[in-house]
């Protein structure tokens, strides 16, 4: 055997080689086509090896031409099979100049059969014996085919495309490969290429090593190539080590979520199916092997919860996103556990709601301490109502009753004296001028009352509005979850601060808010809704409205709201709204009613802006 | 006005209310006196005279309560009524229970402060009658000798004369004119109603108490 033989025998081998282990990879892992477009390009390069070979040992001009025919078809399949793994596995170039490459050297396989010997030689004309490798190997002579020209530009436009992807892939951050495979191509066929052209324009008598150049490429691509596959199993093994972080990670989240109490679940909306941990089953009172339906769960929800908790849901699941609620669960001992639940909803890639995940956790303890809290607070401010109320009661009584029976008693003797036969005139003029003191009196003692609330007791300083609603909505605001009651504030964040006693504002607030959530018993959540605004009312007054969504004041009633002792109320005392009147106008403001056109009232009063807010 | 004529005495802070009521008390037909608080009352009041006493419940100082234990302690307990401007249970109880005739409103009906102010008096003029019935009795017992006492004590417990000869250690004859001397003294015909008056008169039971020496 010679040289030759030995050389390019060995080059074909290790191109069928290295086919043949991609190949397999491709068969493996049927997404990587890159592998598959190599085995192409190995594949090419073992053929044009062989062709090589065929012509170097060619006895016939003949013999020659058809291997160089040959040859050409597998310059076609190693160009085609190049420019695809370029473009997948730098994942760039232009498209244009992919087509125009595979197009030419397409083309030209036309004039390969068609015109002359082939491609190269229209003929071929003598064969000529050179040593090569210390043996006589053959050379051709023969006229150039021109047609020739349009192999020679798809590979000018091969070494432009993969130079142009390999720039691309090399701003991208892709340096190693657009060096290694990019670089490779373009220097290996641009000396291929000079070769091929040297030999077949009849400027040197050499043969053709083309496929050596093939070579070299087909291992710095199967090097490349090789990375990724050691890569892929360097992946897998971070996989398997970070799937058992995973697995840490979920038992310490679990450890977490034991420990603050949650029970966890999750609704697969699709699938309609509910999956829970044992902790929410122990809570809602479910097997842990029973399957989990919604209605079921439902049915285990106080039924007076039970609609607002489907509201909740479905305002959730309707774009809301994400849900925070509490409710109660009916025991089967007839006990309730309250629960607070908080949730959010996973949408799917065309916005449809795919699952809800949620976390419940039992609050009945601080539930009850609350209401208990609740419940005191509430007794105490009804016994310093009521004491202060019985204690102002007693004071105008006593004062009160003493000049009207000292009236009753005169009008009483004036009457028995007149029925004398001679009345005593003097007497009974005295009489009349007794009774007139004492009425006088009696309206003093009433102005005095009235006298002690509006001046001894304002103390005014400047208020932020703001402020002094979120202090009277931290004391109610139990008080409204209790009745499912929501209770909105509207306060402009520029609005000016108001001149006013502090202690009685909030009296007067506290007075309004309870007064709107009494005749509230509306179904719809937006029926069950009182409301606290305040906007700026011309330059120097700030308007601070109350609105109620319950059944309104009627209309012959409407003048009499701010009468003492008037009350719809039957534990109502009727003095709340006289009270807050004389607080408002002792500020120096307007208080009035006026019913909602949608239903429930409104009571407004206005208050003074602050002096130096004023002169700004 | 004479002394045995009664006298509603009316004690109140309020002036105004003073002046009405005993208006309309003159004009009803009562003798009236006004005091304008308890303490001048309890000075100045006339120790003998019948009647009754309408104080205010609520005065400054010594109030209507401390009047009340004052007037049943004193030599001239006279039947009290309350007026209030507020009524309360508390006190109305503790008057009541200290022996008032009425808890009244100050604004009540005319006829009730009229009809409660004519039961007091007549309380009074009943307690006052009996209280001189027993003053009257209790002279004739006074004219008793030690021994008619003694015997009449016997009398009383239905024993005959020997007996009580027997017991006292002296003559039956004795005993006859000790019995002639009691009824003749004490002014009775029988022994049963020496009995009553004796009984009525209360001497055998807890007698230092009920009629002190000298009263």
Redesign the interface.
Known sequence: MSWVTIIWSTIASACITLAGIYLLVWCRNRTAWANLLFSLTAVAAAGFAFCELSMMLAETPGEFGTALRWGQVSVWLWTVSLVGFVWLYLQAGRPWLAWATCGLRTFALLPNFLVGQSLNYREITALRHIPFLGESISVAEGVPNPWMLFAQLSLVFLVIFVADAGVTAWRRGDRRKALMVGGSVVFLVLVGLVESMLIFWGKVQAPLTVSLFYLCLVVVMAYELGRDVLRASQLVGELQASEADLRENEERMSLAVDAANFGIWIRDLARNEIWATDKWRKLFGFAPSERLELDAILQRVHPDDREALQGVFAKALDGGGSYETEFRLMLPDGGIRWISSHGRVEFDASGQPARIRGASRDVTAGRQAELETQLLRQQVAHVGRVSMMGQLAAALAHEINQPLGAILRNAEAAELFMQDASPDLDEIRAIIVDIRKDDQRAGAVIDRMRGLLKRQSLNTRALHVGELIGDVRALVRADAAARRLKLDVNVPSDLPPVRGDRVHLQQVLLNLILNGMDPIDGDRPEDRRVSVSALLDGAQTVEIAVSDTGTGIPDDRLAHVFDPFFTTKPDGMGMGLPISRTIIEAHGGRFWAENNKSGGATFRFTLPIAEEAAAK | MSATEPIVQIVDD?P??L???S??L???GFAVKTFSSASTFLAQRDTDSPGCVLADL?MPGMNGLDLQSALTTSRNPLPILF?T??GDIPSSVRAMRGGAVDFL???AP?EKLLDAVRRALARDARERKEHARQRELRARFDALTEREIEVLSHVVQGRLNKQIAGDLGIHERTVKLHRTAITTKLGVQSVAELTRLTLEAGIFEASATTFPKGQ
């Open positions: 309020d105004s209310f002046v009405a009521t208006r309309l003159r004009a009803s609520q007026l401007g507020h409103e100050k604004r005319k």
